[in-house]
């Protein structure tokens, strides 16, 4: 079936421009994670979704990081006024329910760079 | 607060030996654990995890892992390694009242022919 798909993949900003990246997650499922990968580091965490509620956004670097998931399926992980710090991959997840043992399947990232 | 070491950057194996990518990690409480694969300019791929029960676990593509509580270790190991599994692992770790996976910076694994 399909998985976690994401766009753009690619992403070229000026800096201080705005982006916005968009995360279709496996139908039906519930909980929508977004990540952020340096360049050789693991993912870290941003924010998180349990349908539409943004219920744990403690990851976000600064409030030029917006995201959203209105209808409690697509989300778009808003960046406005782009620093070249903001140059990473930035991963989408999602799984099934809400709990902590459910497997988070993740889609392809879209990779910012912001020059 | 919680974090997850792999303490190797690479790990080399020659085809059909047996392969370990070490991880341990700090957390309170049982946690959950994870691994996954990354290939090049691809997400990561769910390849196992630990919830409760056997120590140890078996998941795709012949990988499989053991859980050790006493170590806090999470070592995933395949008995015959193949070219094709040549990439970047990441282990990660979930406590039960948590939300984010917690990664590790991730072992290139290289195999050669």
């Known amino acids: 079936g399909a998985g976690v798909s994401q766009s753009p993949r690619y992403k070229v900003a000026k800096r201080g421009q705005d982006v916005a990246l968009r995360c279709d997650p496996i139908?039906?499922?519930?909980?929508l994670f977004w990540y952020q990968q340096a360049l050789g580091q693991g993912p870290e965490f941003l924010t998180y979704?349990?349908?539409?509620?943004?219920?744990?956004k403690s990851g976000l670097p600064s409030d030029r990081f917006f995201a959203e998931r209105p209808e409690g399926s697509v989300s778009t992980l808003k960046i406005q006024r782009t620093q070249q710090e903001d140059s990473a991959v930035y991963l989408c997840?999602?799984?099934?329910?809400?709990?902590?043992?459910?497997?988070?399947?993740f889609g392809p990232g879209t990779r910012l760079t912001v020059l | 607060a919680q974090s997850v070491a792999q303490p190797e950057d690479q790990v080399n194996v020659a085809e059909g030996n047996p392969l370990t990518v070490k991880c341990t990690y700090s957390v309170s409480g049982n946690p959950y654990l994870f691994w996954y694969v990354q290939y090049p300019n691809r997400g990561l791929q769910f390849l196992l995890k630990y919830i409760t029960g056997d120590n140890l676990v078996k998941g795709s593509y012949g990988f499989e892992a053991e859980f050790n509580k006493s170590q806090t270790s999470f070592h995933l190991k395949k008995p015959s390694a193949l070219v094709s599994d040549s990439a970047l692992y990441f282990c990660?770790?979930?406590?039960?009242?948590?939300?984010?996976?917690?990664f590790g910076k991730g072992t290139t694994l290289s195999v050669s022919s």
């Open positions: 990660a770790v979930r406590d039960r009242a948590g939300t984010a996976l917690i």
């Open positions: 997840a999602s799984s099934l329910e809400d709990r902590a043992a459910d497997t988070q399947y």
């Open positions: 139908s039906g499922h519930v909980s």
């Open positions: 979704f349990q349908n539409e509620a943004q219920l744990d």
